[in-house]
């Protein structure tokens, strides 16, 4: 077994790709008390998704692959709150947890991706997801006095992370993607569910928002 190294662990319902950002909202005196901790040491925490139980309280059950986040901005609030915004860093997965802290802490090892076997058929499934992409975005959201652009980084592999990271989806579906290790097969897995967001996007007048395009921050604890 590879050496094991400590990282508290956030849980919560959602799962964090590699180089995606998000945003939370530290309430939890367990959680301030993480956050301090990966501050004053600068180190990162790990995201993973709850497979069951709440993100309030003691008791969520994980999914034991989930992704380093670093700390790039801290807003803190009079009475001990925190708005922080976090980055995905490189993946984790977890072997045995460790009790002994008020919140979660793994024991993990890092999770590898493959080098690939074929690097013209990654190329090719990564421009066709690309471009399938940038149809959908327009089909979507753009207006006549709007124009949407979407630029994507150059590595096949952090093309497949973005994609995973914007596009609607059900969080088991993302967590898949997430454990997948194989760049090709997690571009062959994206593909047909941007064509499927393609067809709806052409089947509606208006893109319709729900609740989750509407929240500016998660509230996770």
């Known amino acids: 077994m590879a050496h094991l190294e400590e990282l508290p662990l956030f849980p919560l319902h959602t799962v964090l790709f590699p180089y995606a ?5 530290i309430f939890e005196e367990r959680y301030r008390e993480m956050v301090r901790n990966c501050l004053d040491f600068d180190l990162p925490f790990g995201v993973v998704l709850i497979r069951s139980g709440s993100e309030i309280g003691p008791g969520a059950e994980t999914y034991m692959v989930g992704t380093a986040a670093r700390i790039e901005n801290i807003h803190h609030y009079d009475d001990g709150r925190m708005d922080i915004m976090v980055r995905g860093q490189n993946r984790f997965r977890v072997r045995k947890f460790d009790t002994s802290k008020p919140y979660m802490v793994g024991m993990v090892e ?9 690097e013209d058929r990654v190329f090719a499934l990564a421009t066709r997801a690309q471009e399938s992409f940038r149809l959908w975005i327009e089909s979507a959201f753009s207006r006549p006095d709007m124009n949407v652009h979407v630029q994507f980084p150059t590595d096949s592999s952090q093309v497949s992370f973005l994609i995973a ?7 088991l579906v993302k967590q898949q993607l997430l454990e997948t290790t194989d760049t090709a097969q997690r571009l062959t897995d994206l593909i047909p569910l941007i064509e499927r967001q393609i067809i709806e996007a052409r089947s509606q007048a208006l893109y319709k928002l729900d609740a989750r395009h509407m929240t500016d921050w998660i509230n996770p604890n």
């Open 21 to 25: 950002p998000i945003q939370l909202h």
């Open 110 to 118: 890092p999770v590898v991706e493959l080098e690939p076997e074929n």
């Open 165 to 171: 990271n914007l596009l609607p989806a059900e969080n």
